[in-house]
Structures are given as C-alpha cells and as structure tokens.
C-alpha cells in the first residue's frame, strides 16, 4: 500500500516559468518531508526538505508547501531552467528511522 | 571527500546465483539502508540498519539478506530466492533522528539476472 503518491508521472514546462509538482500523503504520523531529485542511473540528491510544524520552507528557486489537513505538499521551482530536467521524488518520514517514497514526477524544461 | 560508495555499476549474473552488492561510506553516518527502484515505482526499503550489528527488514525484504559488521559497510546478498532481481539498487545513509535527517545516496548498482 503505496503510503506516499505523486500522481503525475511526468510534467513539462516552458523554462522561465514555474513548475508545480504535487505529492499526497495518507499516513498522519509522518513529520518530515523531503523532495529528492534524480538523475538517470545516478541516486537521488537531497533538494529541500519540510518539517510538519511548518508550512513553507524556501531554498532559492525551490520552495515546499506543506498542507497537513489535506496531507498534501508540493514543489514549486521558480524559474524553472533546462537543468532542472530530472525526476522527484517526494518522501516522508517519522522519527527519521523510515523513509518512504512517491513514484516520482519526470520534470522536463523546455528551453 | 565524503561519500558514499557502490560497486559495481553494473552487474550481470545468471539465474540461480547468489550475488552480493557493496555499500561502503566514510560518512560516518550510523544508519544505512537499501532500496531497489523498479520502472515506473518508487524507490522500495529493503533492509535498514541504525547501528552496527542491527539490521531491520524493510517493506521487499524476502530473497535478500544484508549484514553491519562495520559502520562503514553494509552490503546486500540477492539470494536466488529473489523472484524478480533486475532491478537498479540503492544503498545511503544517513544520521537518525537528526534534523534535518535526509539521506545520503550513492550513484546505484544496476542488476541484471538472466
């Protein structure tokens, strides 16, 4: 039972303007979440991260918004650029011991 | 510099064999887990271990076997009794229950059973 979601398996974007990935979540114990972004035949690098006592955390061109009633966050990259061509993965934890993951969304910038 | 390892990058084997994946780190990061992502899926917990002799099953456990004789070192067996072992495998780390506690990947090891 997939406890993380990302409904979109992929999403493509004019560079310049902003992408908006999505993730759910079901599980209501989880207190961290983190967006990861993945390269072909590479791991995922750490890209931002949110604790469940916040709403929004901002890195840059990346902010993540957290909304725990509707057990929902996202991704948003303003702008977005050809680099930013990847796939995320979003993940939640509890106590930091366990990590799940979404399936991911394929980013693609169009230059 | 400090990072985590995998070798191979990829791996061949024939059905039937035992094959075993390095994970090294000189992170100094007392947990380490392993994941296996499939197309089209999410990266799926194999086995964690948050301390050195200590190792827990994740949600895929069955037909892998692992061990934590060092901290720097957690390798992974595919055991025969793996039904489906292609797949592309990733070992991290990282340091629990510290904020902010993500992961630490290595670059993956590429499996292919024949």
């Known amino acids: 039972d997939q406890q993380v979601k990302q409904n979109s398996p992929s999403l493509s974007v004019q560079e310049g303007r902003i992408s908006i990935l999505n993730c759910d979540y079901t599980n209501s114990m989880f207190d961290y979440f983190l967006w990861y972004k993945k390269y072909p035949a590479e791991g995922p690098t750490f890209l931002i991260s949110i604790s469940s006592i916040k709403d929004k955390n901002e890195d840059g061109r990346f902010t993540v918004f957290l909304n725990k009633s509707a057990k929902h966050l996202s991704l948003h990259i303003v702008p977005s650029q050809p680099g930013d061509s990847a796939v995320y993965f979003c993940?939640?934890?509890?106590?930091?011991?366990?990590?799940?993951f979404g399936t991911g969304t394929s980013l693609t910038v169009i230059p | 510099d400090g990072g985590i390892t995998q070798s191979p990058k990829y791996l061949f084997r024939k059905e039937g064999q035992n094959v075993t994946l390095s994970c090294e780190q000189n992170l100094n990061h007392d947990a380490m887990y392993w994941y296996r992502q499939d197309p089209g899926q999410g990266l799926r917990l194999i086995y964690y271990s948050q301390i050195v002799n200590d190792f827990q099953k994740g949600d895929i456990a069955e037909g892998y076997s692992v061990s934590r004789e060092k901290k720097e070192s957690f390798p992974l067996t595919v055991t025969s009794a793996q039904k489906n072992p292609t797949a592309f495998y990733l070992c991290?780390?990282?340091?629990?229950?510290?904020?902010?506690?993500?992961?630490?990947f290595g670059p993956g090891t590429r499996l292919t059973v024949t």
């Open positions: 991290a780390s990282s340091i629990p229950g510290r904020a902010p506690h993500e992961q630490y």
């Open positions: 993940a939640a934890s509890n106590t930091g011991n366990q990590f799940y």
